[in-house]
């Protein structure tokens, strides 16, 4: 499995942008795609999740409502995120879960989002 996260930038509070996540080599084990990020000095922290087959999503209560997360018929993943706020500045990450897996276990090199105030 080989993820890349793409699309990251500077943008002004209230502003949106949208993350891509390119995936490959995923298979009928793949049970989601994450999102996380990690700004510095922090630990990483969980952002949002879609159900590989099904498309359920869900988020991490400081996103809820303003990030959404959807995906193709060519195996991406996007990360659309509005109304950003300072504090969502980070390097983000996607990662792939297999059913039965305890944690996420394939991830991408980050992309950086600054949002300035």
């Known amino acids: 499995v080989q993820l890349q996260a793409y699309g990251g930038g500077l943008v002004q509070a209230g502003g949106s942008l949208r993350l891509s996540c390119a995936a490959s080599g995923l298979t009928s084990r793949t049970y989601a795609i994450g999102w996380f990020r990690q700004a510095p000095g922090t630990e990483r922290e969980f952002v949002g999740g879609i159900q590989w087959n099904g498309g359920f999503t869900w988020f991490a209560p400081s996103v809820e409502g303003r990030f959404t997360i959807s995906r193709d018929n060519k195996n991406t993943v996007y990360l659309q995120m509005n109304t950003l706020k300072p504090e969502d500045t980070a390097v983000y990450y996607c990662?792939?879960?297999?059913?039965?897996?305890?944690?996420?276990?394939?991830w991408g090199q980050g992309t950086q989002v600054t949002v300035s105030s």
């Open positions: 990662a792939s879960r297999n059913f039965g897996a305890p944690e996420y276990d394939y």
